[in-house]
């Protein structure tokens, strides 16, 4: 039988690659990759989690391995984002709702 702390050790890690699916997601596109740094950075501030650099590049060949499209820009700071990820309605009518930001095109389709 498995213990208490076996379960949570497998809710932590499952709960970590989910968190980091949302930070490459909501975060990362070609023109904006992340940095391991800053991804570890997110983390700790969105979410308390403390993770190692190898662990960012383990979690990311997870997500890899499980069909999310991670690319990765080899730089002396590799740098990640999605490559196909699901636009927001907001980032794609931004520009007719005359929106100069992500945030004001929300709050705009938010109050419809």
């Known amino acids: 039988m498995a213990k208490r702390s076996d379960f949570q050790n497998e809710n932590d890690r499952h709960l970590r690659l989910l968190y980091l699916y949302r930070i490459l997601e909501q975060f990362t596109d070609a023109e904006h990759p ?3 740094n800053r991804i570890r950075d ?5 979410h ?3 993770m190692h650099r190898t662990t960012v590049y383990y979690d990311i060949e997870l997500l890899r391995t499980s069909g999310v499209d991670v690319r990765c820009v080899r730089a002396r700071a590799n ?3 999605i490559e196909n990820r699901k636009f927001e309605i ?3 009518k931004m520009p007719d709702l005359n929106a ?3 945030e ?3 709050e705009i389709v938010a109050g419809t």
Request: no cysteine; charged share 15%; proline share 0%.
């Open 100 to 102: 100069n930001d992500i």
């Open 79 to 81: 740098q990640y984002y």
């Open 90 to 92: 907001a980032e794609i």
């Open 104 to 106: 004001a095109a929300m």
């Open 34 to 36: 992340m940095t391991t």
């Open 42 to 46: 997110l983390m700790q501030e969105q």
């Open 48 to 50: 308390g989690i403390y």
